[in-house]
């Protein structure tokens, strides 16, 4: 059968709508035939309602593209072309823990820094690290996209301790190039940024557009908070 098969760990999460947006605008060069949006029985009305929707918005694009809900793991990896992760061990409890205790001895409370995001690492690389044992067995070649935080940390133990193919991603650097691009009223593609860093504590070290240095211009425009925020909802104005 042609076309792509993709599972998604954390399937019932908020971000799932955007990747399956994504996946339906540009099908005619991904052209994606089934996702199996995955997750745990703890997030099991999540996924329904959250999957109900995507089913939904394939059918409103007219694309045969099969949406599974499943909590079967080895299914939803077994022939995967692709397995993205993007779930949070401990739900939002374990989160409110990772960000609070932290403050409560004066040092950064953070999901992917610090402490915080150490106690978040040692919760989801095992989790993680078992997808990717079922993928060498299930999908030897399929390829795995990291979004679950810290995502540098949980990519690197893959990276160390797997033989699968794996991306770690961040939304942070292209969502600073982004609202640069805003900022300068101009399109992201002539918007180059120099990064440093790790997801969630990054460092763009110099701006250029179309090639020129405007590093000035952008660090006095993102001075004014009304051009920048870290929220990922803006308030309405």
Same mark, same amino acid.
């Given at each position: 059968?042609?076309?792509?098969?993709?599972?998604?760990?954390?399937?019932?999460?908020?971000?799932?709508?955007?990747?399956?947006?994504?996946?339906?605008?540009?099908?005619?060069?991904?052209?994606?035939?089934?996702?199996?949006?995955?997750?745990?029985?703890?997030?099991?009305?999540?996924?329904q309602i959250v999957g109900a929707l995507?089913?939904?918005?394939?059918? &409103?694009?007219?694309?045969?593209?099969?949406?599974?809900?499943?909590?079967?793991?080895?299914?939803?990896?077994?022939?995967?072309?692709?397995?993205?992760?993007?779930?949070?061990?401990?739900?939002?409890?374990?989160?409110? &823990?990772?960000?609070?205790?932290?403050?409560?001895?004066?040092?950064?409370?953070?999901?992917?820094?610090?402490?915080?995001?150490?106690? &978040?690492?040692?919760?989801?690389?095992?989790?993680?690290?078992?997808?990717?044992?079922?993928?060498?067995?299930?999908?030897?070649?399929? &390829?795995l996209i990291n979004f679950a935080n810290?995502?540098?940390?949980?990519?690197?133990?893959?990276?160390k301790h797997s033989k699968v193919d794996?991306?770690?991603?961040?939304?942070?650097?292209?969502?600073?190039?982004?609202?640069?691009?805003?900022?300068?009223?101009?399109?992201?593609?002539?918007?180059?940024?120099?990064?440093?860093?790790?997801?969630?504590?990054?460092?763009?070290?110099?701006?250029?557009?179309?090639?020129?240095?405007?590093?000035?211009?952008?660090?006095?425009?993102?001075?004014?908070?009304?051009?920048?925020?870290?929220?990922?909802?803006?308030?309405?104005?």
């Open positions: 059968m042609s076309g792509l098969k993709i599972a998604i760990f954390g399937g019932g999460s908020s971000y799932t709508p955007e990747i399956i947006e994504g996946f339906i605008v540009r099908h005619a060069t991904l052209p994606v035939r089934e996702i199996h949006l995955v997750d745990i029985p703890a997030g099991r009305e999540k996924l995507a089913q939904r918005m394939v059918r &409103k694009a007219g694309l045969d593209i099969r949406i599974v809900l499943t909590e079967d793991k080895d299914a939803a990896i077994e022939g995967a072309d692709f397995v993205t992760t993007q779930l949070r061990v401990g739900l939002l409890e374990a989160r409110i &823990k990772d960000e609070r205790i932290p403050l409560k001895y004066g040092t950064i409370g953070q999901e992917t820094n610090g402490a915080g995001g150490m106690f &978040k690492a040692l919760r989801t690389i095992p989790v993680v690290l078992d997808i990717a044992r079922r993928m060498e067995r299930l999908a030897p070649g399929a &390829k810290p995502s540098g940390i949980v990519t690197e133990a893959v990276l794996v991306m770690g991603l961040c939304n942070v650097p292209i969502g600073m190039k982004m609202n640069i691009a805003k900022l300068l009223d101009v399109d992201p593609s002539r918007v180059d940024i120099d990064f440093a860093g790790l997801n969630h504590l990054v460092w763009g070290l110099n701006v250029r557009l179309d090639g020129k240095d405007v590093k000035k211009q952008v660090l006095a425009g993102l001075a004014d908070d009304r051009n920048f925020t870290m929220r990922n909802i803006r308030p309405i104005r």
